[in-house]
């Protein structure tokens, strides 16, 4: 069975994104607002048919699916894991979740990186950023993060959870589709950005900390409430998702031809807010990990 060697380094590179290996002092909407401000089991069908893709609008054609309204809380994440656990299809090791992957396709094109079968890292338990830990023998979510996004998953464990739960990960195509609709526009509620409509960095909502570390908000947070001082506007997508900008960039399911690499869209707490625009990506090795970097699954829909 095989662990990444290089996953230790993306840990140090998320503990610092949490304080400096240490953990931030709680934002003040985490004892405040806890609910999710949308259904986190809810799916919408998004119809066949074409799309402006990209900034230029290359126009692609997509098949019906059915897509989740929001990402897999740490709830639900949890709740996943102790299944898995008990089933024996994933192991713990060490302060992380281990899980088995078939393998990818390997050219040997330069700097391409080899993912043969065996078991890869799905989250990471033990870093001071991680929302699930292992205590006493059990998994438990922090307190007051129940409905906040999963994050410190891989790709992998991303991947994993959506095949649990019936379907899959998202193509880059649909989950750009989902997000923007067919008229074009940049971000998932229309033009322009603004901090009652997403969380990015120094959005200023009351999941910034005093050192100005940008926690998540709960799934949905940015849905028209308002929340004390700090009014949100209705942000949904054209298909009515949230989070599709902001909060956690999320995986999507392509492997390419000739490299390693796994592909992020949305955007997170992290980004400038130009980086939320729904033709924006980034990417990683598989196995990384972040306090910013969630996932969200489709699946058929039900009756094709």
């Given at each position: 069975?095989?662990?990444?060697?290089?996953?230790?380094?993306?840990?140090?590179?998320?503990?610092?994104?949490?304080?400096?290996?240490?953990?931030?002092?709680?934002?003040?909407?985490?004892?405040?607002?806890?609910?999710?401000?949308?259904?986190?089991?809810?799916?919408?069908?998004?119809?066949?048919?074409?799309?402006?893709?990209?900034?230029?609008?290359?126009?692609?054609?997509?098949?019906?699916?059915?897509?989740?309204?929001?990402?897999?809380?740490?709830?639900?994440?949890?709740?996943?894991?102790?299944?898995?656990?008990?089933?024996?299809?994933?192991?713990?090791?060490?302060?992380?979740?281990?899980?088995?992957?078939?393998?990818?396709?390997?050219?040997?094109?330069?700097?391409?990186?080899?993912?043969?079968?065996?078991?890869?890292?799905?989250?990471?338990?033990?870093?001071?950023?991680?929302?699930?830990?292992l205590e006493g023998g059990t998994l438990v979510v922090k307190a007051g993060y129940e409905n906040h996004?999963?994050?410190?998953?891989?790709?992998?464990?991303?991947?994993?959870?959506?095949?649990?739960?019936?379907?899959?990960?998202?193509?880059?195509?649909?989950?750009?589709?989902?997000?923007?609709?067919?008229?074009?526009?940049?971000?998932?509620?229309?033009?322009?950005?603004a901090p009652e409509r997403a969380n990015y960095d120094h959005s200023r909502d009351p999941f910034e900390?005093?050192?100005?570390?940008?926690?998540?908000?709960?799934?949905?947070?940015?849905?028209?409430?308002?929340?004390?001082?700090?009014?949100?506007?209705?942000?949904?997508?054209?298909?009515?998702?949230?989070?599709?900008?902001?909060?956690?960039?999320?995986?999507?399911?392509?492997?390419?031809?000739?490299?390693?690499?796994?592909?992020?869209?949305?955007?997170?707490?992290?980004?400038?807010?130009?980086?939320?625009?729904?033709?924006?990506?980034?990417?990683?090795?598989?196995?990384?990990?972040s306090p910013s970097v969630g996932f969200r699954c489709v699946r058929s829909p039900e009756g094709s």
């Open positions: 069975m095989r662990r990444q060697a290089g996953w230790v380094a993306l840990l140090l590179a998320a503990a610092l994104l949490a304080a400096c290996d240490s953990e931030p002092s709680a934002p003040p909407g985490l004892a405040l607002y806890v609910d999710a401000g949308a259904d986190p089991e809810a799916w919408v069908r998004i119809p066949a048919g074409p799309f402006g893709m990209g900034r230029d609008e290359a126009g692609v054609d997509v098949a019906e699916y059915e897509i989740m309204v929001t990402p897999v809380t740490n709830a639900q994440y949890a709740r996943y894991l102790e299944e898995a656990l008990k089933a024996g299809t994933v192991r713990l090791e060490g302060g992380a979740v281990m899980g088995p992957y078939p393998g990818d396709a390997f050219s040997g094109a330069k700097h391409e990186k080899e993912y043969p079968a065996g078991d890869y890292l799905h989250i990471v338990l033990d870093d001071p950023a991680s929302r699930i830990r996004p999963a994050t410190m998953v891989s790709w992998f464990g991303a991947r994993a959870y959506c095949e649990a739960a019936g379907g899959r990960l998202p193509t880059e195509a649909e989950w750009e589709k989902a997000a923007r609709g067919t008229d074009g526009r940049p971000y998932p509620w229309g033009d322009g950005i900390t005093r050192e100005g570390y940008s926690d998540t908000t709960p799934v949905g947070f940015y849905n028209g409430r308002r929340y004390g001082e700090f009014q949100t506007e209705d942000s949904a997508s054209p298909y009515g998702l949230y989070d599709m900008a902001g909060n956690v960039a999320q995986w999507t399911a392509d492997v390419y031809p000739m490299t390693h690499y796994r592909f992020l869209r949305g955007g997170s707490k992290a980004s400038y807010g130009y980086d939320l625009r729904v033709w924006s990506r980034n990417s990683a090795e598989p196995e990384y990990v």
